[in-house]
């Protein structure tokens, strides 16, 4: 989602979305939305914290546990593994002088305004089952997802 587009909370009921809170009307009017207009949007659920705070506690357990992640922050952890295992990366080719064709990877960004909710368990999920097929294969992804759950950090 752009920055420049405003967004409003709103929960589902029976067949309808309605404002979440007593402020969301009100901004609905600012923007000169009426009963009857048919809108365009795209929906995103917001993001839980707590689950925020686990997938750095898992960066961290992995940062503390496996030498590939020794003397990486959490954030670079999860990005590492990200890119590795081309977990929710975008490709593009780029033309490189001397070289040609050269296929690069980016990675989507795991922030809260970037990535809903779903999307993120999805990725989270993928992290861990990386980390256990890689770095530790005696253990399952749940099991190092619980070990996650464990850190301090998580909670």
Not at 18 to 35: F, I
Not at 60 to 88: P, S, W
Not at 94 to 111: A, D, I, N, Y
């Amino acid at each position: 989602m752009s920055k420049s587009k405003e967004s409003f909370l709103l929960a589902v009921t029976k067949g309808a979305l309605v404002p979440a809170d007593n402020y969301t009307p009100e901004r609905l009017r600012a923007k000169g939305y009426r009963m009857g207009d048919v809108l365009r949007a795209t929906l995103a659920k917001p993001r839980n914290p707590r689950f925020h705070r686990l997938a750095h506690a898992f960066g961290k357990l992995c940062a503390e546990n496996i030498e590939r992640f020794d003397g990486m922050d959490a954030h670079k952890v999860l990005k590492t593994i990200q890119y590795e295992a081309d977990i929710a990366c975008e490709r593009m080719t780029v033309k490189l002088p001397g070289l040609g064709m050269v296929e690069v990877r980016q990675t989507e960004s795991l922030s809260f305004e970037s990535m809903d909710e779903g999307r993120f368990r999805e990725v989270y999920a993928a992290m861990c089952e990386h980390v256990s097929k890689t770095y530790w294969p005696e253990l399952t992804p749940e099991q190092v997802a619980e070990m996650a759950e464990t850190m301090p950090e998580a909670a």
